[in-house]
């Protein structure tokens, strides 16, 4: 997994370890307070922690980076709304 970061001053690139599972790449979304990531499948470790801090989750599998960002702006890229991929939404992480 490869979490670009948009930030006022651009985009920063940060890449996983092969050991941690993605877990390090979350502790940044976190950090830096991101609102959304794309990204592709995620394990149910992952998963929780992005949707535990109420950050949207949207499928990019299988475009760049560039397609990705201009089909979010668009509102034409597809959210992850639970781990099984399916539409429905459990409400297990929704913060009211």
């Known amino acids: 997994m490869t ?3 948009k930030m006022l001053s651009g985009f920063s690139v940060i890449k996983n370890q092969e050991n941690d599972l993605g877990i390090e790449l979350v502790k940044e979304l976190i950090k830096y307070d991101c609102e959304a990531v794309i990204t592709g499948g995620l394990d149910p470790t992952t998963f929780n922690m992005i949707a535990d801090a109420c950050i949207t989750r949207f499928n990019g599998a299988g475009f760049t980076a560039t ?6 702006g668009k509102h034409a890229l597809e959210l992850i709304r639970n781990l099984e991929g399916t539409e429905g939404c459990n409400g297990l992480h929704h913060k009211h």
């Open 67 to 72: 397609h990705a960002l201009e089909m979010m």
């Open 3 to 5: 979490i670009h970061l």
